[in-house]
């Protein structure tokens, strides 16, 4: 804090008969964590300036002032020179007062027609776009990640589960591509967010609007939002689009968690079916044999943060009475950490997911295990005219068998098979074989190979 930092110099005190305490100043500063807006504010300070100057209400010169003042705040910003202080409040009263500083009076008329409501509301606007754009292109990446692998393993048969039980025979493309289908839908969340959050709240001053001739259409257009909020009110008292970001990244993170458990799952030697690379693992401090997945647990772990801060801003808003009130000013923290959280995990996954490696072989031997294609064999015996019901049941006798037999379903002579099911034919091995399991789900959604193949170039088209 610089010496002239007078606490009851603020541009607000004129009513004031004392300035606030220390405490009171420590306790509703935000800059410490709202100068993270700087590049936003001066973006929409100069809009604002500018069309100030449009419209005629200020002068030429005033702009001309403006815009140098607000140019050198935003180097000094960038430097580290600009001289933060908590005496100011918040981002928009440090950038004000230094305005002031450097341009004197020019700088006292930009808050013409201006609230730090309306200022505030559309800062987090702008950065809520930002992460909004940097996370759809990170999911495209991982996407990307994900049909790479994918089409290197559209005949790798991996052991589909439902219950965690060994369930049928699926492709780990079929797998792989399950993910990218979700990451699918979460980019379009973002996509549709992003058309509500794209709007302009500027103009809406403090709630009430402006008296001045104000050209809010052209102050949305330079900031490159879509239109401008439609009501002054709602303007400065919506954070609706920033529960809906983080309710779009408690999704995103809930589908790394699930992917990553899975890899850890997949990683434990009782499975065996992948490898991390070292580079994303870390050994014991006490057991020399040990490597742990501990980004994949984080991934996992941060699903947590991330889920709270989203449930943090729907109490934060539920009993606010319109318009603005200090209330909002507590958005902020969770909604950084949200997109810090959420555009780390999404960045680290991408790695983690490009350095696996794949073991084929326990993958299949797996699938070998629990009798993956008994519902082959039900379909096989409808086929040869069983009705399904009985076809089931025929099927669940011969697994029991096998159960006792300590052997597969698979590993039954034909004439084992016969004594449950005696439409069954020499033709019934093809059946109850991983790869004839596969190939036979050729329908659209199915895990046959060529069907997988034609989904993943498909995907990719919807990647551009
Ligand atoms: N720092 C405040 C916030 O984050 C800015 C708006 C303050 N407005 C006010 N009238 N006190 O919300």
Known sequence: MSANDKPHNKPWSGRFSEPATELVQRFTASVSFDQR???????????????????????????????????????????????????????????????IELAGEPGKRLHTARSRND???TDVRLFVRAAIDDSLGLIKGLQRALLDLADAHTETVMPGFTHMQVAQPVSFAH??????????????????????????????????????PIDRQAVAKELGFDGVCENSIDAVSD????????????????????????????????????????????????MPQKKNPDVAELIRGKTGRVNGHLVALLTLMKAQPLAYNRDNQEDK????????????CLAVFSQLLSGIEVNREAMANAARQGHATATDLAEYLVRKGMPFREAHEAVSQAVRFAEGRGCELAELKLAELQKFAPAAGKDVFAALTLEGSLKSRTHIGGTAPARVKAAIVKARKTLG
């Open 333 to 344: 923290e969770p909604l950084f950490d949200a997109v810090d959280t959420l555009t780390m």
């Open 119 to 121: 200022q505030v509301a």
């Open 37 to 99: 807006l700087a590049e936003y504010d001066i973006e929409g300070s100069l809009a604002h300036a500018r069309m100030l100057r449009a419209v005629g209400v200020i002068g030429k010169d005033d702009l001309a002032e403006i815009e140098k003042g607000l140019a050198q705040i935003r180097t000094e910003i960038q430097s580290g020179a600009f001289p933060w202080s908590e005496a100011h409040e918040d981002v928009h009263f440090n950038i004000e007062r230094r305005l």
């Open 175 to 212: 797998h792989l591509m399950a993910y990218f289908e979700m990451f699918s839908r979460d980019a379009q969340r973002l996509s549709d967010c992003r058309k509500r959050v794209n709007r302009l709240p500027l103009g809406a001053a403090a709630l009430a609007g402006s008296s001045f």
């Open 239 to 286: 954070r609706d689009f920033a529960i809906e970001f983080c309710a779009s990244a408690a999704l995103i993170a809930m589908h790394l968690s699930r992917f990553c458990e899975e890899l850890i799952l997949w990683t434990n030697p009782r499975f065996g079916f992948v490898e991390l690379a070292d580079r994303f693992c870390t050994g014991s401090s006490i």
